[in-house]
């Protein structure tokens, strides 16, 4: 697990910062100060004038050079390239993005209209705008070259109308290479006008995700506790496809979708075949489905056939199928080719059995919140000499 | 739960539901099989379904649950399903705005075999009297290119249309000059016994890119004691034949068909293993024709449908075993047929589309200039019933032949949705309309259905397939494969 956050061992400002999005830069790597670049300084560099602010471990540059701001232990993983958001006395410290990441989930609003059961984000209602300014400079600070995705994540993304689509379109123009990943609940696209707007990005780097949990409106609709949810989500995707935009659908997995999964396997790839992909999800025991633990955790043991079933019959089907958070241990063998390391590195744990497994470079893991509730299946995988399926073991033996 | 609300909170108000389309059929004495307007389908209970119809139906439960997520049953306010239902519907019937597609050249009637199941074929030297000549072929063409399909596929049939190889030749480079202008996707297939194949022939195809589509009924003596020819020796040329368009041409470029007849019944499993000891995975298992020498010689009335029913199963179950132990072998008209269960395409297979396919997806020129709404239709007209000949090259336009009584009476009549047992059949999403086969076999293009091979034979089949889908999860993964395909 990485840090993400943390306070300034020692701030030393001469006026409040202009500004709360910085791209690290170094000393080597530096081109000439340009705004928004804060110069990170590691042990025994020399600072080059002309910055807004300087970064380093070092606490005795405090007073010497311009603005500095010495950074805590768990945040000194840092390098060039990555981008740090300070509070504008410079005290609280955030990583924003860190371009050696497979992905960055950028969290654009606090604030949802739905309350998922499962939620590990809870909605809260406050004016939460400054995260999506944050996001627009991000998004200018990134080298035009960048190709890491960019994951923009919620709450419900959707609420800011054309503000998210303005950044959307910042992302085409300034990092077209960039794939651009959105979560959202996908009820907007339910009105033409908005599918219409979302898709006059008209940026084939980008992906919505979307979850669907029900075959029915009944069951989707009372586990993101909103009437009317399945109909529009539904018409959402239609809209967004009939648009020639790409859509991921996700399944999170718990007690209350487990027993229908196949159904909603069977009901996607008949009536939503031309999506991009669809991911069945593992619970992150945070949030509600914490608070809602004895209705929403079920040991993924117990859903090993359905789920082994509900992969197989869209993958027979032609339809690109992933399963993410999910221990290879407890899903079963045939299912491994679709397991992606899907956990984000910063929240990455592992099991103490999983020391004696043979395949934990293969394995995503565990959420770090997953102490709160195990499976009780986590068994080391140790290597079999008459293993019918041996692809992962020899790959990494 | 934590200011949560239960999910009854989320079920309707009422239980009052709305019938969409749907239709039943009795499957055992405890199962009754529900498909909805697109194919899809569910197993009931007797009394579920007696609930359903007098909707005693509650807000929600297990049945309800699934009746919602196939479109059965909707609230009266919803719209979704019916969105759906539209789309599915759509999506089933794109391929019909295509319009024909498959244009079929009988180039020559002659044959060097002589088999006794042929529907068409002559033992004959006179080569102007059953060949195609360069005017027909000509004006053939020119009927090609005026189908609004963007994908053309031009196959050469007989008698044996190696034959006549020089005018194929002629006809394949003429389709390709033309094409420069219409830019369609153009494809060849040659339906050959391969007897006659020569490195000239091997040569061309390689250079034009022509698919090979050959006859193989199985093992040595079955193959050929079902398709003589001067020296015995039709299964040797055919497995030669095959083998050296696998080499030269690819693997993927040459398919077989087998024709089945009595002496095939009891031997399933040796003609699925000849199939694949030639390198072929895709074997499909077909009834015999009603049309031609086939019932001239009683070869028809040989065996009946049950009897060829329990051919199909033991082929079918070999071809599951065979996958179960790792050799992908698919069985064509299963896959076909799966496709239409399991998804919203429909592979437009002639024998299993409504409206039928007669004309708007296959077309026949044949030998003399006339030309025929399936090959079948020229099949029927060979023994003396011309009712499928829509005009002739020579005589008649475009417009005239694809607007003739002859093509849109039989379309119209047979369209499977008005067509009587079939419009409240459970499987009608799953068959199609043959005018053809009901015109050879009752002389009307709708047929009785109780009295039709062609309906019970299919009943057959899809009653098997759903069984196994249903209970063999083994089988089932394997179906969804083929569908998938």
Not at chain 2, 258 to 279: F, H, W
Request: glycine share 6%; net charge negative; with cysteine.
């Amino acid at each position: 697990m990485i840090s993400l956050r943390g306070r300034a061992v020692a701030t030393c400002l001469e006026a409040p910062l202009s500004r709360t999005t910085w791209m690290l830069t170094t000393p080597e790597r530096a081109t000439g100060a340009r705004e928004g670049n804060a110069l990170l300084l590691a042990n025994g560099a020399s600072p080059l004038p002309g910055y807004d602010l300087y970064v380093g471990t070092d606490e005795e540059l405090w007073g010497s050079i311009g603005n500095y701001i010495a950074l805590p232990r768990q945040l000194q993983y840092l390098t060039a390239g990555d981008v740090l958001t300070t509070s504008v006395d410079g005290t609280r410290l955030r990583v924003l993005w860190r371009h050696r990441a497979r992905q960055n989930s950028i969290l654009l609003t606090e604030r949802c209209n739905h309350m998922c059961l499962m939620c590990s984000q809870p909605p809260k209602p406050n004016n939460d705008d400054w995260l999506i300014d944050q996001a627009f400079e991000l998004i200018r600070l990134l080298p035009p070259w960048t190709s890491t995705e960019i994951g923009f994540t919620g709450g419900e993304p959707t609420l800011y109308g054309e503000r998210l689509f303005a950044l959307l379109r910042l992302c085409r123009n300034l990092v077209p290479q960039a794939p651009v990943h959105t979560l959202s609940n996908g009820r907007f696209f339910s009105n033409d006008e908005f599918a219409a707007g979302y898709a006059a990005v008209d940026n084939p780097n980008m992906m919505i995700g979307i979850p669907i949990y029900g075959s029915e409106p009944t069951l989707h609709d009372f586990v993101v506790q909103s009437k009317g949810a399945f109909d529009d989500t539904v018409s959402g995707i239609l809209n967004l496809v009939a648009r020639g935009q790409r859509v991921e659908i996700r399944v999170v997995v718990h007690k209350q979708t487990a027993p229908h999964l196949v159904e909603i396997a069977e009901f996607i790839s008949r009536n939503l075949p031309f999506v991009e992909q669809v991911v069945f999800m593992g619970l992150e025991m945070i949030g509600f489905a914490r608070a809602n633990i004895d209705d929403i955790w079920i040991d993924p043991v117990d859903y090993k056939e359905i789920l082994y079933e509900a992969v197989t019959l869209l993958d027979r089907k032609g339809i690109r199928t992933l399963v993410y958070n999910h221990q290879l241990c407890v899903i079963d063998r045939r299912l491994w080719p679709f397991a992606v390391r899907s956990i984000s590195d910063w929240k990455n744990e592992y099991h103490p059995e999983c020391l004696k497994c043979s395949v934990l470079h293969d394995c995503g893991g565990f959420f770090f919140s997953a102490s709160h509730r195990f499976s009780d299946h986590i068994r080391a995988i140790t290597p079999r000499q008459d293993d019918s399926q041996p692809a992962l073991l020899t790959l990494t033996h | 739960m934590l200011e949560f609300a239960e999910q009854t909170a989320y079920e309707p108000a009422a239980g009052v539901w709305e019938l969409l389309p749907f239709r039943f059929e009795r499957f055992s004495m405890n199962r009754v099989l529900l498909t909805n307007m697109v194919g899809e389908h569910m197993f009931v209970t007797p009394r579920e379904l007696d609930d359903i119809v007098s909707r005693r139906l509650p807000t929600n439960s297990t049945l309800v649950r699934q009746l919602r997520s196939k479109h059965i049953i909707r609230q009266p306010d919803e719209r979704l399903p019916v969105t759906l239902l539209a789309l599915k519907t759509r999506t089933r019937l794109s391929r019909l705005a295509e319009f024909t597609s498959l244009h079929m050249f009988v180039v020559s009637l002659r044959c060097e075999h002589s088999c006794p199941y042929c529907q068409v074929s002559r033992q004959s030297s006179d080569k102007a009297h059953f060949d195609m000549s360069e005017a027909t072929a000509e004006r053939a063409l020119e009927m090609v290119f005026e189908s609004p399909s963007d994908n053309i596929k031009i196959e050469f049939q007989g008698g044996e249309p190696l034959l006549n190889f020089g005018l194929i030749e002629r006809i394949v480079r003429d389709a390709e000059v033309l094409n420069r202008h219409f830019e369609k996707r153009l494809t060849f297939v040659i339906a050959t016994n391969l007897a006659l194949l020569d490195d000239r022939i091997l040569d061309f195809c390689g250079d034009h890119d022509i698919f090979i589509s050959t006859s193989l009924d199985g093992p040595a003596d079955l193959h050929n004691r079902n398709r003589p020819r001067p020296g015995g020796d039709s299964w040797e040329r055919t497995v030669d034949g095959i083998r050296r368009v696998r080499e030269t041409l690819g693997a993927d470029r040459v398919s077989a068909l087998m024709t089945t007849t009595a002496a095939s019944l009891d031997r399933p499993k040796e003609v699925i293993d000849c199939y694949l000891q030639n390198g072929i995975s895709n074997v499909f298992l077909r009834p015999l024709s009603p049309y031609g020498f086939a019932i001239k010689t009683k070869s028809h009335a040989a065996y009946d449908v049950d009897r060829w029913l329990s051919f199909y199963e033991e082929g079918l179950d070999y071809i599951l075993e065979l996958n179960a132990r790792g050799t992908p072998v698919t069985e064509v008209y299963a896959a076909i047929v799966l496709k239409k269960m399991l998804t919203n395409d429909d592979p437009g297979y002639v024998d299993l589309t409504s409206p039928a396919g007669i004309g708007i997806r296959a077309i026949v020129y044949n030998y003399d200039g006339d030309v025929y709404a399936s090959d079948e239709g020229r099949m029927l007209a060979e023994m003396g019933d011309t009712t499928f000949r829509l005009g002739n090259l020579h005589e008649n336009s475009y417009e005239e032949i694809m607007l003739s009584d002859a093509l849109l009476n039989p379309l119209d009549e047979s369209f499977a949705l008005s067509a009587p047992m079939c419009s409240d059949c459970a499987f009608e999403p799953y068959c199609g309309a043959d005018p053809v086969f009901h015109q050879a076999t009752q002389g009307d293009f709708v047929g009785r259905k109780p009295l039709s091979a062609f309906c019970s034979r299919n009943m057959g089949v899809f009653r098997l397939l759903l069984d196994k889908y249903e209970s063999d999860p083994a089988a089932r993964e394997v179906f969804l494969g083929w569908a998938g395909r």
